[in-house]
């Protein structure tokens, strides 16, 4: 961990994408946001996002609990903060038939160093920590996602050891990753355990001689907590992983008090008819996915780009217009922000000024009402969120 952090804590998620479960009646299993399967808020309401139905995968979505000191009430992809624990050296032994591999075997990020996000950029051995940073962090995404849901995604010894000799390509010479079902009993043990002390997510790997599956999760961008908001503030890597059908989850009763799988535009939908409450980063990432309703799609594009890199999205509230937040590229964008010494990153900027220039900024007209203003081409091979037209949006709000 980077303990030099002033204003931020380190954290790490994971957008969970799945193929819907098939039953032995031939029918799709699957949870719904709104609870009939037959149809999402806001269907035939002229939306120009993909038809909820037009997806063949779901992501996974957990409500906070009431009493969370972060983001309460709102539904969000697992994950929290980095830990201790996530650097520590007993996980050498764990990954001993891959250590002789750079960075564990993860592939190498072709982003300059100098624009690197910090949380990725930050030289981990320089602080002490004997595992690589990349892959630290997806250790903590991986066991955030376990104690969170109870989806484990590991590999076997044996496993990691063959994809090594293969050299990690393409998720391990595997396509789709899967969930690695232990039985229910063992399940809830380890977890129950970890949730105590995440370094028992090492000893748990370690008796059970089980790897997690880092070389299946993709980086994807990196979002920080705004200034001005009350509590904690997160640097937060998120991390992309497609599974081949949806696992086995469940609520952990204590920071998550409901999960969810939902295609990305059922989502979006019950959000705008205010039958659920995602924050700004959950919004964004959502809208960018809905440019993929093929699962297989969504993991060609996640695996090839990852190696591009990502931006660091720290929204910029204006103290002026306190309802819009803007994002980098963005004509008003500070041109020099500090992420380590300012606590408070916010400019004067007015909008009644000539709509000429570059736009990417998330305007919230209420907490359930958000609306996506972008005229910028993203860096690093990335995607633009799918925009919804303005009258759409309205539409759906007043269901």
Do not use: C
């Given at each position: 961990m980077n303990n030099a952090l002033k204003h931020w804590k380190e954290a790490a998620t994971l957008i969970l994408a799945a193929g819907q479960r098939v039953g032995a009646d031939g029918l799709l299993s699957r949870t719904s946001l709104t609870g009939t399967g037959t149809g999402g808020p806001g269907s035939g309401s002229g939306s120009h996002l993909p038809h909820w139905s037009r997806f063949d995968y779901d992501v996974l979505l957990l409500k906070r609990s009431s009493k969370s000191g972060f983001m309460p009430n709102a539904y969000v992809f697992p994950?929290?903060?980095?830990?201790?624990?996530?650097?520590?050296?007993?996980?050498?032994?764990?990954?001993?038939?891959?250590?002789?591999?750079?960075?564990?075997?993860?592939?190498?990020?072709?982003?300059?160093?100098?624009?690197?996000?910090?949380?990725?950029?930050?030289?981990?051995?320089?602080?002490?920590?004997?595992?690589?940073?990349?892959?630290a962090l997806r250790i903590c995404a991986l066991r955030e996602t376990f104690e969170e849901s109870g989806v484990l995604l590991v590999l076997s010894e044996e496993e990691a050891r063959q994809a090594g000799e293969d050299g990690f390509k393409d998720e391990m010479g595997r396509g789709l990753c899967r969930a690695h079902q232990l039985c229910s009993d063992e399940l809830a043990k380890w977890r129950a355990l970890v949730n105590r002390d995440p370094s028992n997510f090492i000893r748990m790997c370690k008796q059970l001689q089980l790897l997690p599956n880092i070389w299946a999760l993709h980086e994807w961008a990196n979002w920080l907590t705004p200034a001005g908001r009350p509590g904690a503030r997160f640097d937060t890597a998120f991390f992309m992983c497609c599974l081949q059908e949806v696992p086995d989850a469940s609520q952990d009763e204590k920071e998550i008090v409901r999960f969810?799988?939902?295609?990305?535009?059922?989502?979006?939908?019950?959000?705008?008819?205010?039958?659920?409450?995602?924050?700004?980063?959950?919004f964004y990432e959502l809208s960018r996915m809905c440019c993929f309703p093929s699962l297989s799609d969504l993991h060609s594009f996640a695996y090839e780009r990852a190696t591009e890199g990502c931006e660091h999205l720290l929204p910029v509230i204006s103290k002026v217009e306190r309802h819009t937040a803007l994002l980098p590229g963005d004509k008003h964008y500070p041109l020099h922000i500090s992420r380590?010494?300012?606590?408070?990153?916010?400019?004067?900027?007015?909008?009644?000024?000539?709509?000429?220039?570059?736009?990417?900024?998330?305007?919230?007209?209420?907490p359930y009402t958000p609306t996506l203003q972008i005229t910028i081409t993203p860096k690093y091979n990335h995607l633009l969120p799918l925009i919804e037209p303005a009258s759409s949006q309205d539409s759906k709000s007043k269901l």
């Open positions: 994950g929290g903060m980095l830990d201790s624990s996530d650097f520590s050296s007993e996980w050498l032994d764990v990954f001993k038939s891959v250590t002789n591999s750079a960075d564990f075997g993860l592939r190498p990020v072709r982003q300059p160093p100098e624009s690197r996000p910090q949380i990725f950029s930050t030289d981990r051995r320089q602080l002490g920590s004997p595992v690589p940073g990349d892959a969810q799988w939902s295609r990305p535009s059922e989502i979006l939908q019950s959000y705008r008819a205010r039958q659920l409450l995602i924050p700004r980063p959950q380590q010494t300012e606590a408070d990153n916010r400019t004067d900027f007015e909008l009644n000024d000539t709509p000429n220039g570059a736009l990417h900024r998330i305007v919230m007209s209420d």
